[in-house]
Nanobody, 130 residues
Framework: QLQLVESGGGLVQPGGSLRLSCAASGISLDYSGIGWFRQAPGKEREGVSCISTRDGRAWIGDSVKGRFTISRDNADNTVYLQMNSLKPEDTGVYYC???????????????????????WGQGTQVTVSS
């Protein structure tokens, strides 16, 4: 099955930057999109960004728009999340998810949807603190 591994998290000062990576591997790499979610303690998991692997279209959540950028490197089967101007409220565990089929990056009422058949990585911790 498809495997996802996140990396790049860590401790950063407010206003700093981090670049997260989501590396995909497995017997099949035929998936329709990659999304980034984050979850802070006691909070619901929140969609941050998503990119289609078919047409390259991207979605950025309102809370991070203008600060975060999603991109992909097809040669390395890797999707990146560049995070700039980080704020304490950006703290949380960041997960990448692969949409295995159908329409990726579906947004409903401003929220990025997740589905039971998605593949998930183990997450990487991002802490923004002085």
């Amino acid at each position: 099955q498809l495997q996802l591994v996140e990396s790049g998290g860590g401790l950063v000062q407010p206003g700093g930057s981090l670049r997260l990576s989501c590396a995909a591997s497995g017997i099949s790499l035929d998936y329709s999109g990659i999304g980034w979610f984050r979850q802070a303690p006691g909070k619901e998991r929140e969609g941050v960004s998503c990119i289609s692997t078919r047409d390259g279209r991207a979605w950025i959540g309102d809370s991070v728009k203008g600060r975060f950028t999603i991109s992909r490197d097809n040669a390395d089967n890797t999707v990146y999340l560049q995070m700039n101007s980080l704020k304490p409220e950006d703290t949380g565990v960041y997960y990448c998810t692969a949409y295995p089929y159908g329409s990726p990056c579906t947004v409903l009422n401003g929220r990025l949807l997740e589905f039971e058949h998605n593949y998930w990585g183990q997450g990487t911790q991002v802490t923004v603190s002085s």
